[in-house]
Every structure is written in C-alpha cells, then in structure tokens.
C-alpha cells in the first residue's frame, strides 16, 4: 500500500502569472461567439489558432505560438469558411497542417505558409477541400498514430477521411442523435464519442463496430469525452440530472458505470478537458468560467486529486500547447493558451526547482515525435503502429516544423474526387465504397455531394481576388446543380422541424414549489418506521388529517389532524394498533374519516377515525377483510366508485373488495411474480398491473381476469409505479433499468409494445412515486429520501415528456401527498398543493407559477376540473355495468374576472424616459423647422437701426 504515500512530482505546480503588458490584445475580439463543440482555440507547435468575431463568415486569426503583447504588424486572419468555424486542430505529424470544420457544411485542410510569410493568409487556399455534408461539421481531429487520416463527425455520423488519397474511407452512422464530442486512444485503434441521446461508444472504425457501450452523463446538455492517453481509461465531462457540472472517469475495461465521479458546480458553461499524457495533468475550465481546475488522475484507483484553482479572466476557450513547444528549461511542464473576450492569454504551468540551469529529465519523459507510427494505407489494411519517442533536452530535442507539407505532392492540388492536375477537367465521379455501421431504426446514410461544384479544382499557388472573381463569373450553374441544391434545401427543412418539435411553450415550465410557514408544520415526530415495503406510499393525508408510521410492534400508525399544528408531545400519542406490520394504507377519497390500512399478516384492516381525531389509543377496527394468504403489497381506493379497493399479496393474486358488503367481489390470477402496482383510468374501467416479470398489463377487471393489453415494462427488479395520463389515453410508468437507473416512460395505451419515450433520471435505489395533475397535465416525481422533486409535462406530441423546472429542499423528503384541487388557493396561482413528510415533521407545500395580473382568474391555467371527491356511483352500480363520469367545477372565485376578458394594459409611463419627441423629428419636420429660422434671420427690418437714432453736431462743431 505503499503506492497511497507516493508524493507526486507535479502536485507544487504553479501557474505563472503573466503580466498584462504580456497579454495578445492586438485585434482580438472573441465576445460573441457561435456555441459549439470546439474549444475556440488550438495550438500546435508553431502556430496557434482561434475564432474571431467577424461578419464576413468564418474566420480564424493565427499567431506563432510564442507569441506575446502587442502585435506589430496587427493580427493575421484566415478566411477559413462561409460561416463560423466550428473546431479545427493541426495535424500531429506536420505542424503547419490544420484541418477545420465548419457551419457551412463544409471540411477543409490548410498548409500554413511559413512565420516570415504570415500576411499570404487571406489569399491561402486550401489543399484539401472535402465535398460538403449534408449537416453542419461538428468535430475534427486527426488520428494520433496514422498520418493523414482525418476523423469529422457531423450530426449522428463519424467519417474518416484519407487526406493522403484525397478519399473517404468509411462513414459511421450508429449514433441514435448529435454527436457532441470524439477522441481517439493514443494507440490510434479505437476512439470514444459522446453523444446527445446521452450514451457513450468506443468504436473500432477498421471493423465498422461498436466495441462497448454505456450510458453517460443523466443530462441532455453538451458533453465531452477524452481518451487519457494511451491507458485503459476515459474522462468525461457533463452535467448530471440536477444540471450540475461533473467529471467523471470511466476503465474501459468495466465500462458499465464509472469509476470515479466528482461534481464541480452549478455554472451553465460546458467543462473543456485538457489532458497530459506524459505527466497525468489533466486541467478542467468551462466556457464563461473565471478560474481554471489542476487535478491529477491516479492510475490505482482512478481518482481525481485536485492540486490547484487558479483565478483568471472570464474563458470563451482554452487550448493547450504541445510538449515539443514547451520552455523545459524554466521548468515548464505544460502551457494553457486562454482565449478571453479582448485577449489571449499563456498560462504556463511551472514546477519549482531550486535552479533550472540543468534539464530536469524526471519532470519532462520522452514524448512523442511527429513522426506517423503507420502510413495511412496499412492503417486502413487493419495494421497498427506504434509512435517514436523524442527527448526534451534541448541538447537532443529535434527540429520542430521538419515535416511540412509532407504526404501532400507539392505544386497541386488533389481533388476530393482524386484528379491531381489542374489541366485534368472535372468529371462527376462515384464515390468509393465507404463501411458503414448498420442500424435498423436508422435512415441509409446519406452519400456526400460529389457534384463539380463541390470538387472544383484550385492550384496551389495563392490566387488573387480578381482570379477568384473571374472563375466564380465563369462557373456555369447547371439543373443538376439546382435540383441538388434543392434536395438539400428540403433536407434542411426537414431536420429543422425534426429538431424544433420538441420545443414546447409550456405555462408550467418555471413552477415554484414553496413550504408554507413553520407555524401551519406538525413538527417533533419521534421514531418515524422506515421500514415500511417501497410498494407503499408510505404517507398519505386528506384534507383534515394524515398517517404516518411509527416504530413498534404491531403496525403503529399515528393519525395527525392537519388543522392542530405545532409542536408535538415527546411520548403518549394515541395510534392506530395492528397485530402485525402495517404495509400500506389509503384515504377513502370520498370520506375523511375512513383509513383502509394493509398488513403483513394477510388482512386488510377497515378504520373509522372519530371527529376530532384520536384520543386514545384504537385496537379494534370497524371491520376485517381476509382472503389473500401471503402478504400484502398495497391497497387503492376505486376513483368514482364508492366502497371499492384493490390489493396485490405475495400470492401473486389482484383482488377487488367491496367494502359496503366487506366482502372480495373480482380476482385478477395471471401474474407470475410480485405485482409493484396498480392504477384505475380516470373512467374507472380499467386497471393497469406492472409486475415483475417486466411486463405491463390493463385489465378489464368486470368483463374478464384476463388481460386486453400487453407489453413490456421496466427491465428492472427493483420496483414501479404508474399512473393514467392524457385522459387514459397514455400510461406514465416509472421504474428501473437493467443498471438499476431510474428511469420514466411514455406507453400509449393502445400499443403497449414498445414506449413512445424514455428518460433516464439518476442512480438512486428509491421508487419514484409519481403524481399527476390532469388540469396541468405534470406529473410530479419524488422518491423517498430524496432531496428535490422532478416534474414532466405530458403532450401528445412527441416527444411526449418534457422536463419542468426541477425544485430542491433544505431537507430529505420521506413522502408527498397531494389535496384536492379544490383546496388550492387560485387567487395567489396555486395549481397544486400537497404534504411533504421529512423524518421529523410534516410540511405543507405549495405550488405557483409566477403571474403579473394576480387581479384576475387565470383561466389558461384553471380549466373546469373534475370532481374526484365525490362518489358517480355506488360499488353495486359499478360492479353491474355502469360507468358515470363526475361533474366538471370551476375554480373560478365569484369576486374575481376572468383573465382573458381582462382589459389590455396600456403601457406604463416610465419615471425615466429616454425618448423625447422634440428630439426625435422627422426629416421634413427639421427642415422646416431650419427654413423657419433662416427666413426669420434674413426678413427685412421696418425699425430703424440705431445709428439712425443717433444725434450729430453741426459742422462748425468739428473745427473747435
């Protein structure tokens, strides 16, 4: 165990802090870019590149690496693409060869001139130009151990690109939605992607196969994935089911969970990991964060240790410098460029030394040299190579910038579809043959344009904006081209109203979830049972009083009136005293009084709660059931029918009991194994079972103990719940997968052979118990001793669930239980109200959406509502046929009007006002008003001028 005292030798290092003066200002303009999966900046050993803000289309600024303060000779732009750049990385083989992708749908290789020749960038034309997708480019990077072998990903595909032959070699199309991140193993076999439907792959490319697949992280939002090196693990970066940034780290070798997981924070910003390979330095920042993580992974058990938080200027991008470009002899182990919203900024990571006269070979091993382990053919063939190690010391470190240009034929350009001269004319040619992952739910992927506008020819030599505009005049638009251009233009449009379906103007979406003051809490609860089966609700209240368990022998349940809050005594509460454990208990929904509670010893237990509540201690119930001989699972209370329950036993058995003859009336005996529920449609005619055995079933419980429909349910063991949606016409389940993650579906009804939707919450061994709100159509979820609630809306539309707003409690919730609709309080917006029980108290809990015009009925928000708390029709009426829908109520109060007969607002007088009429004229107004002014200048004067009025003197005045 020796290993766990090993001092790491980068665990001092520093950030150097650069003085401002040292900064790249000069021509920098970064606040406005495009989001997407790059990082905004890369650096390789000569150069560095970055997005710029330019309304010209995609242009990047390239600056030699060693680079600082202020710019001479002002910064030179690279008019890349038509559009904003999306990613782009140098080629690990040639330090002048960058690859860049782009929004434009296009892929592009460039050979950068050399440093003194840095302003023949806006005349540079590219030497690779890939026929263009049919989606924005999403990704590119390089093979590490391949020469020429360039990997892009654009919406759900991965292509692999020879850029040697100018030819695409295979196409991946496995990928369920967008690919958001790639990385390829060092050892250049295999790579890992991170994908939008939130799964992570390791794709062998050569064999055109999966090799492992695992779920990621729980959130939707943008993810990374990074191989580490050429070891057996992965670092992945997201955020989790509560939108929390984490990082986790996975083995590759048991990749069905990770191994290691840490959470950052709560910022929006998507985590940028930047790993070392030759140290295990891996460094975290997010875009729009102010500060920049150090964390060192061990290679025993996989944990992240963090060694250093240091503060900087808020980060549009992050990129890392090579190990060859490194300043090794000042102790320089690794070197962040930042890219802010004016500037650029190093960030060179030192370990202190006492000197750095000598080249301290233990800080800085042999990295790998640019030269390819395997040539682009044989990688292609199915060979594996491995990369040549060079030596840092300066005495024997190689000349950086040796290989440019090489595997490119100098003095032309190779076409995408394989013509090398200029002379040659351009014929429509097939593409080549490309490997393909078949997937069955998946469309055929689409061939790229091989049209000759997509692989018209350039020279090599740099063409001026005149030849540029001469060839453009002289391209001959054919109908080809069009219909082309058309086809795509469909596609899009297509992939646009795919894309948007999901976005939902929801008037729940930003709910609020409030706990009422501490004085309406029932508070000082000792010995809260714990151990009641997870197939209970565990908590159940009506609108006078509620039940909790309590720890002691024979099923102790404390009854509580709701309108008797405060503190409650230490010990004597009178209770409700079974013989056996108590496993499940429920409200009548059409009396206050009555308690049905099940026990473990096979009997239902029929209770009629005084008024005023107890006094003493009850051991005698108002009657018994018995006919189930294992245990009891749950009971449930028929929604209109009055006097009828179910239950489920170990017996495997569903029985329907009428509790005005206290007798059992229907039994339900098809289920294999343990049934976790049952729900009742909002009609009362059907009954819906999920069972262990993972299947699903609906019951017509009147006409036949057979089942009408069938399908599968959650893989899990672990437990379920469902409840009707959408007036029956949908089934909401929650449950378990096989990795006992929690997950919620979407069945319609009718079809239970598959879910419409699934969402997977998080790693948490409690039931999700849900609750629906028909009037708003959310279901809420919690389980016990969870610390927040989660909440759906359910449409009808694809995809079926859309997430709200997600709230969070100071303490552990054990149980919810929702009133009526008609005790919400309407006049302050209040769609749902309900109990929340914590280990020591009772809670009530309230639920809003914010709203301006308080002074009016939200009526968009409260439609007439059902009347679930009364009975249609009697157990008898029901058993024989009958089926009575309740009554709809209006929520409206009768002092209040109706929001959408509410007058239009005219709009407020601001106390500040910027606008000023007298300011703001028209044209004509102010040259009249400038006409005006000049006529009443120049109009002749009927007074005499003053002079005029002066008296003189006579002329013999003047001689005295």
Known sequence: ?????????????????????????????????????????????????????????????????????????????????????????????????????????????????????????????????????????????????????????????????????????????????????????????????????????????????????????????????????????????????????????????????????????????????????????????????????????????????????????????????????????????????????????????????????????????????????????????????????????????????????????????????????????????????????????????????????????????????????????????????????????????KVSARIFSGVRQCKFKHWKCKTLHRSTHIENIRKLDRTVPGESNFFVANKKRCVVPIEGSGGLLSVFELDKPGKLQDAGLPVLQHQSKATDYAWDPFSDNRLVVACDDAKIWVWDIPEGGLTETLTEPRGTLRGHMEKIYFVIFHPLARDIIVTSAYDFTVRIWDLSEMKEVLQLFVHPDQVFCAAWSPDGKYLCTVCKDGKIRIFNPRKSPNPVMEGPGPEGSRGARAVFVLEGNYLFVSGFDKQSKRMVFMYDTGDLSKPLYEDSIDECPAILVPYYDEDSNTVFLSGRGDGQMYAYEVATEEPYLFPLATTKFPTASQAFSFLPKYLCNVKEVEFAKAYRLTQTSVEPVSFTVPRVRLEYFQDDLFPETRVTWEPTMTSKDWLAGSNRQPRTLSLQPKDMTLLSQAPKETPKVRKFESYNADTYKTDEQKKEELMSAMTNKLSKQEAPLPQDLAEGVDEDEWDD
């Open 1 to 493: 165990m020796a290993w766990r005292f090993k001092t790491s030798k980068y665990k001092n290092a520093a950030p150097k802090v650069i003085k401002r003066e040292e900064w790249i200002q000069e021509g920098i303009s970064a606040g406005n870019l495009m989001q997407c999966s790059g990082n905004h900046i890369k650096a390789g050993c000569i150069y560095m590149t970055f997005n710029v803000d330019s309304s010209g289309g995609g242009n990047l600024g390239v600056l030699p690496v060693s680079s600082t303060g202020r710019l001479v000779n002002g910064l030179p732009l690279l008019p890349a693409h038509g559009d904003f750049v999306s990613d782009f990385e140098f080629s690990p083989f040639d330090d002048y060869l960058l690859a860049t992708g782009s929004a434009d749908n296009s892929v592009k290789v460039w050979l950068l001139p050399e440093e003194d020749n840095l302003i023949e960038l806006s005349n540079l034309n590219p030497v690779v130009a890939v026929p263009k997708q049919n989606h924005k480019i999403e990704n590119v990077t390089w093979n590490p151990m391949a020469e020429g072998v360039l990997t892009f990903t654009c919406n759900d595909c991965v292509v692999l690109y020879d850029v040697t032959s100018q030819e695409q070699k295979i196409s991946i199309n496995n990928h369920k939605d967008q690919i958001q991140s790639i990385s390829w193993r060092d050892n250049g076999q295999v790579f890992v992607t991170s994908c939008k439907d939130k799964r992570l792959r390791i794709i062998d490319p050569r064999a055109s196969s999966v090799v492992q697949e695992t779920q990621g992280h729980d959130n939707i939002r943008d993810s990374r994935a990074l191989w580490l090196g050429d070891k057996d693990m992965l670092c992945t970066t997201g955020f989790s089911r509560s939108r929390e940034r984490e990082v986790k780290v996975w083995d590759c070798r048991n990749f069905t969970s990770s191994v290691s997981t840490l959470g950052i924070d709560s910022n929006t910003g998507t985590l940028i990991p930047l790993y070392d390979a030759d140290t295990g330095m891996l460094f975290l920042t997010g875009k729009g964060d102010s500060n920049i993580r150090y964390y060192e992974i061990s290679e025993k058990d996989s944990t992240l240790t963090e060694n250093n938080i240091s503060r900087t200027e808020q980060v549009k991008g992050v990129g890392m410098v090579p190990k060859r470009a490194l300043n090794v002899m000042e102790g320089e182990v690794d070197r962040l460029l930042l890219l802010t919203k004016q500037a650029i900024i190093p960030i060179p990571y030192i370990v202190p030394r006492k000197n750095y006269l000598e080249f301290h070979d233990d800080l800085f091993p042999d990295t790998a040299s640019d030269e390819p382990g395997v040539s682009t053919t044989a990688w292609f063939s199915g060979a594996n190579g491995q990369r040549k190690l060079v030596s840092l010391n300066p005495q024997r470190k190689t000349a950086i910038g040796s290989r440019r240009g090489l595997g490119l034929q100098p003095g032309e350009v190779k076409e995408a579809g394989g013509n090398t001269s200029a002379d040659v004319p351009v014929t429509n040619k097939t593409q080549p043959e490309t490997s393909q992952v078949t997937n069955p739910s998946s469309p055929p992927a689409s061939v790229p344009n091989t049209s000759p506008s997509a692989t018209s020819q350039s020279p090599v030599h740099n063409r001026t904006d005149e030849e540029k505009a001469a060839e453009a005049i002289s391209d001959d638009v054919t109908d080809e081209d069009k219909a082309e251009a058309e086809q795509r233009e469909e596609v899009q449009k």
